[in-house]
Structures are given as C-alpha cells and as structure tokens.
C-alpha cells in the first residue's frame, strides 16, 4: 500500500480549514472577508526554503505580485515572508537581497511586511531592521537578541507556538518586557488560556494578537468586541505539508496519528 499518499490526505482533510486555499485569489477572498468582520490580515504563501537560486527568485517574484495585488485590491492586509523561502539556507545575502527587492515593491505601494527570522540570528538580520515598512517574525524565547534593535524596527511579531507558561503572570510579564523594548507587538499562536489573560489585561488594547486562519469564529469577535487589535494569518498555496505540521492544533495531530494507526491495522488485518 502506498503510505505516503493516505497520510497526505488524512493530515490535508484535517487542515484545510486552516488554509486560504491553493492560490493567490483564494487568500484575497479571505482577507477581504475577515476585513468585513474589523479583523486585519497578514498573508503568507506556502512554500518551502528554496534551495537555489532560481527557486528563491520565484518565489521572491511571487511575493513581490502577491503586494502589487494586496494594494490594489485595497483590502487591510499584510505580507508574511519567511526569509528562508527566498534563499536563506543557500546564501543569507542573497535572501536579504531577494527580500530588500520585495520591500522595494511593499513601499511603493504602501503594504508592511513581516520578514520571519527563523533560522537567521540577530546580528544576520541587522539590514532588515533598517529597512523601512517591516517587521520581524521571531521566536518568543528569542525576542531578548533583538532588543538593540527595538528603536528601528517597526513592529515585532512574536510566536509562541511551542509556549507553554513557567508560572502565573508569565505571559502579562512577557508583554510588558517587549512593550519596553519594542514600540509595536504582536503576539502570534498563543495559548488559548494566555489570550484570554491578554484580553483581561490593561494591554488588551495596545498589544497585537494574530490568530491562525480557520481559528473559532466565535473567540475571534470576543476578542474584537474587547478592543484587541486582531488579525490573522492568511496562508495559501500547494505546498502547505510543513506549515501544517507546524501550524495545525496539538488536538488535530493526535487525531492524525490514531488515524494512520487505524489505518495500519486495517491494512495488516487486510
């Protein structure tokens, strides 16, 4: 039996309400949609690190449109990037390059971008912190290497994916240290119970939180109706297998695994 394809379609089933679509226009529908509903977006094209240089000069073309069409469509948007789809892990001076030719592109029309450090240390990073219209992506235990950039950067996206609090308080004390040291932030894939202390803090309003797409409607507008400055992230494309072993709900991929154990099963008691 071919494994490969099952658990592709299993984890796709399981997902997909969590991505956009498979192209560019899909992502725009949802972007606009959440727009109706006072939620801003943040858009990000599913792709893997590029491993050459024609790969990365795509993907960086790819980019570049996905601006031209978020300003034209005039829809509350912005750009996600992921410094390694544009050539990071072959040539860190190259993805800067690829990534300076689509902030170019993002000025001109007035689109930010998020430029996402994984992989990448601070001092790696230290053009992009000069560059105007972006914010860094990084991860939340790092956020203390970028602090000698605070007063450039324009804003700091953290991501708490793999967070899971020390004590009581620590998110409130997490987001106090940042907002000392960074003039805009935004919290990404927080823990459902460290959201509801953001929203029952004093920070609520002042503090960015970016939900995953396909995320409960409903929680989603409590936290608009508290004041949050809300958004999502908004992926689309054919490559989405790594964003959603990364991205997708801890109760989901346990779902996934006792499925292809069934499947195993069934197959050997076939």
Known sequence: MDREPIVERIIHR???????????????DAA??????????????????????AKAKYITSTYSELVRRVARSGIRAGVHIGLDQLGAGVDKKMAIDNFREI???????????????????????????????V???????????????????????????????????????RVESCRK????????????????KVLSSRYRSDIGIE??????????????????????LVPFGKDWIKYAMNSAPEGYMRFVAGRLLKEDVDGTQG
């Open 103 to 133: 902030v170019s592109v993002g000025n001109k029309y007035g689109v930010f971008l998020w430029a996402d450090a994984d992989g990448m240390g601070a001092a790696a990073l230290a053009p992009v912190t000069r560059m105007k219209g």
């Open 181 to 196: 040291s960074f003039r805009n932030v935004v919290l990404s894939h927080l823990p459902e119970k460290s959201i509801s």
């Open 135 to 173: 914010g860094l992506v990084v991860g939340h235990e790092k956020a203390a290497e970028y602090e000698k950039y605070g007063s450039r950067i324009g804003a700091v996206k953290l991501m708490f994916g793999d967070y899971s609090p020390k004590e009581k308080g620590d998110i409130i004390k």
């Open 14 to 28: 399981l997902v997909r309400k969590h991505i956009a679509g498979t192209t560019m226009d899909s992502a725009l």
């Open 211 to 232: 939900f995953e797409y396909g995320y409960s409607e409903r929680k989603v507008g409590r936290a608009v109706k508290k004041g949050a400055k809300v958004s999502m």
């Open 32 to 53: 606009k949609a959440l727009n109706a509903k006072n939620i801003s977006a943040s858009i990000t094209f599913l792709s893997s690190g590029a491993a050459d240089r």
